[in-house]
């Protein structure tokens, strides 16, 4: 695995280059006086990482940050206190300073649990390949799980010399854009060039963590951005537009502009982690329409007074937003019911009322029908 500029990089620079601040040094304060020395995970493989440290990339050992919590494991991206040179060997992460941000999602276990992608983001750059039908429930979904995490998304159509006509292209963008509200929607070709400069300028400060499934074309994109190929490319299938796990791990690279790139491993699936927060901002017309209902508890089903259903009614929400706005609220309150008793019991008590109100319901329609 190489580290693009890093050869290049002077050891005082080398830090600030990875996205060091005076916020992460005072932060740090108290592990450099324990004779620890900071730097940044850029990659983790079972159970140790490489840390870009003054000194330059250097192999560590997680044993003493391995938390009972799998969203506290050591990650892409986290600032770590480290042995200095020549303490031992392997070398030891003996600490991760706080993060800023944090991308998650759930896992595919049965066994509850959140999974970490990458920390202390600043962009998240969705990928969707225009080889397949775009699938706006899929991006809602991403969208959703970025904006928890405090990163800002922009949504990247890769592919775009596979859309000729600008006509076409546009609409493509527009029925993008209509699903994520407040986000740039980038049409990009990495065989063209299309597009590069404007990413490459959203990505110019801070950290991006590309995300995306697989043959969405983040591998390519991530050679382009850092102008040297730092990822294998391998052909996505052209009956479904899907790839073969290019990428295993998560990577952490200099950009030659400025800014750090995080890639990540194609994700099959892109399950909600606690994100009702994130489901509000890509919903954003719903929820600002349901501030005008008539009951603040409003189901937006056959309430009186409802504005939501005002919005379908009339045309000027579609239905598939309010059907996919429900459906991932009702999955990330699964999600939190299985770790938070509380919310569990109030479920249980919503679904127990709805139960009776359905019977209820049926009982008078009997009752009219004789």
């Not at 995080?262 to 099959?268: A, F, K, M, N």
Request: charge should be negative; include cysteine; aromatic fraction near 4%.
């Amino acid at each position: 695995m190489s580290f693009p500029l890093s050869s290049v990089i002077s050891d005082s620079s080398l830090l600030d280059a990875h996205g060091w601040d005076s916020g992460w040094a005072s932060l740090f304060a108290p592990y450099a006086a324990q004779g620890l020395v900071p730097g940044r995970v850029v990659r983790v493989d079972r159970g140790q990482c490489d840390v870009a440290t003054a000194e330059g990339i250097v192999r560590a050992d997680t044993a003493f940050v391995t938390p009972h919590d799998p969203l506290r494991v050591v990650c892409t991206g986290d600032w770590a206190a480290v042995d200095p040179a020549g303490v031992g060997d392997p070398r030891y992460v003996r600490a991760c300073l706080p993060r800023r941000t944090a991308f998650a999602r759930s896992t595919s276990s049965k066994r509850s649990e959140g999974q970490i992608l990458a920390a202390n983001v600043d962009h998240a750059v969705i990928t969707v390949s225009l080889a397949v039908e775009l699938d706006l429930g899929r991006i809602e979904r991403f969208l959703a799980l970025a904006w928890e995490s405090g990163a800002q998304p922009t949504v990247v159509l890769s592919k775009a010399d596979l859309v000729p006509d600008p006509v076409g292209l546009s609409y493509l963008v527009e029925d993008v854009e209509t699903v994520a509200p407040g986000v740039q929607v980038v049409p990009l070709s990495s065989t063209t060039g299309e597009g590069l400069d404007v990413l490459s300028a959203v990505v110019a400060g801070g950290t991006t963590v590309l995300l995306g499934v697989s043959g969405a074309g983040k591998s390519t994109l991530a050679n382009a951005l850092v102008g040297e190929d730092v990822m294998t490319v391998q052909a996505a299938r052209d009956i479904d537009g899907k790839g073969r796990h290019t990428t295993t791990t998560r990577n952490l690279f200099v950009l030659p502009g400025g800014g750090v790139l995080i890639d990540t491993p194609g994700l099959r699936g892109v399950g909600l982690w606690d994100a009702e927060t994130g489901v509000g901002q890509v919903f954003s017309e719903i929820e600002e329409l349901a501030a005008n209902c008539r009951f603040h508890d409003c189901a937006h089903e056959a309430e009186p007074g409802c504005a939501v259903a005002a919005a379908i009614e009339d045309g000027s929400l579609p239905v598939r937003r309010l059907e996919s706005y429900r459906k991932l609220l009702r999955e990330n309150r699964r999600i939190v019911a299985k770790t938070d008793a509380r919310l569990r019991t109030e479920m249980l008590k919503d679904w127990k009322r709805r139960g009776a109100e359905g019977r209820r319901a049926m009982e008078l329609k009997r009752g009219h029908a004789r």
